[in-house]
């Protein structure tokens, strides 16, 4: 467990971190001083060789050679948006890991960071911070025979001016929040990057009923005799081709007795996805170990909530089954009878998604869910539109659609919505049932959204379609490569915002 410590002396720590203003380096370059005087000489041959740049998420490390009770100094460009400080000490712990620093000290007692914090938000800028420190030095669970053991940070502390030291309050606030909230998206990432044959939908379950009683909360783990009861059609129908049979995880968190309200979030766990009979290329297949990030996500935002005491009732639901071919699979052509009662014609099975989400949908508001978010890696389609840079959204109600992106752009996790136009129901109409899983490849991600549409009982209801931003090939800014633990932090600050 990381340490957060707040003192004015931090001369045990093996690093110094310190945040500087665009002002503050232009200052040092017309002769003030910032940090100790052969430390700003090094600084200006950097600012001048460009090896390090008025420019924000710029750093620099330098070793202070005894100058400084630190082994090292690393300075970072930031700007004022909590965002920015985010992003920007993201790049920092770049150089940190590097250095393998097991202790920093982060100074913001300057008069230019202490002003550039208060015009934003003290905070929601040092919880920004840490977020962004923190889940940029995540490291991917490996299994090696030998590895190489890695420093691991330990320790933070914080150098403040007196002012600052009055509130330190405010910053241990602050500073813990942003502690639960790395923790959560660790779990998410941990989960989302196991191998399949590690998280089975009974695997996940059990972590599932840790989680839980670590939280003290209620759960429902539903078998696939206790599904079959329940007439969960859509789940058992997915899960039957496989020998690893489905379950339908259900946690119950209940934070504000006087309200009325409750959040249902849903994530979509197939645990790995074959395409079943619809068997998808095999080139790229190990990467569907991702397929259950929606169910992560909500995991992840669920250990955030209970963790922090948020004021709100959530009921989290989790479908989870492998999506298999055998001679027991689902079929093209099949029609199947969902929780709702509604009918489906399957006409590809790697559209199984929407089918375990459907009977999550009923789930949730047969517990009492008033609102509802899903949460899933649902159609290649998203990738083709949005990349991997932003996750879709398609949604029956613009205030709650417009709460998830007013909460996303506080995690900086960027949601885009789609269009929901009555004329995309057309495609997946079907002349041997209600619906038919896939409208096929035009309109994709709408058209799976909108299938999802026919299960939320006119609740207010936003998809989220994480199947461009769950998992990448590339490590960026405080994503690692693998599982990102997308939308975890997003539906923790929509919840939590009411809380504010």
Known sequence: MTLYK????????????????????????????????????????????????????????????????????????????????????AQAAGKLKSLKLSSIAIDISSPAIAAALQAIGEKQALKAAIEGLQLALYERQVSKKEQQSAVELQRISFVLNDEQLARQADYAQAVAEAEHI??????????????????????????????????????????????AEEQMGGLLAVGQGSVNPPRMIIIH???NANSSEKWGLVGKGITFDTGGISLKPAAGMEDMISDMGGAAAVLGAIHAIASLKVKANVVAVIPTAENMPSDRALKPGDVIRTMSGHTVEVVNTDAEGRLVLADGLTSAIKRGATKLIDVATLTGAVLVALGTEATGAVSNNDELMNQVIAASEKSGERVWQLPAYAEYK???????????????????????????????????????????????????????????????RTLYELIAEKDR
């Open 426 to 488: 057309q495609l997946i109409a079907s002349d041997v049932a209600d619906m038919k899983n896939s409208g096929g490849r035009h309109a994709g991600s709408i058209t799976a959204g909108l299938f999802l549409a026919n299960f939320v009982e006119d609740k207010p209801w936003v998809h989220l379609d994480i199947a461009g931003t769950a998992y990448i090939n590339r490590a960026r800014r405080w994503e690692p490569k693998g599982a990102t633990g997308v939308m975890a």
């Open 182 to 227: 790395v923790e959560s998206v660790k779990l998410a990432r941990d989960l989302t990057n196991m191998p399949g044959n590690d998280l089975t939908p009974e695997r996940l379950a059990f972590y599932a009923e840790e989680l839980a009683q670590k939280l003290e909360l209620d759960i429902e783990v539903l078998d696939e005799w206790s599904c």
């Open 6 to 89: 707040y003192e004015d002396i931090a001369s045990e720590a093996d690093g110094l971190l310190l945040p500087v203003t665009a002002v503050e380096l232009e200052a040092l370059q017309n002769g003030q001083p910032l940090v100790q005087p052969q430390i700003d000489k090094q600084l200006q041959l950097m600012l001048d060789n460009q090896t390090f740049r008025v420019k924000q998420g710029s750093s620099a490390a330098i070793a202070t050679l005894g100058l400084l009770p630190q082994q090292y100094v690393v300075v970072v460009v930031v700007e004022q948006a909590a965002g920015g400080w985010r992003e920007a000490f």
């Open 253 to 255: 968190y209940e934070g």
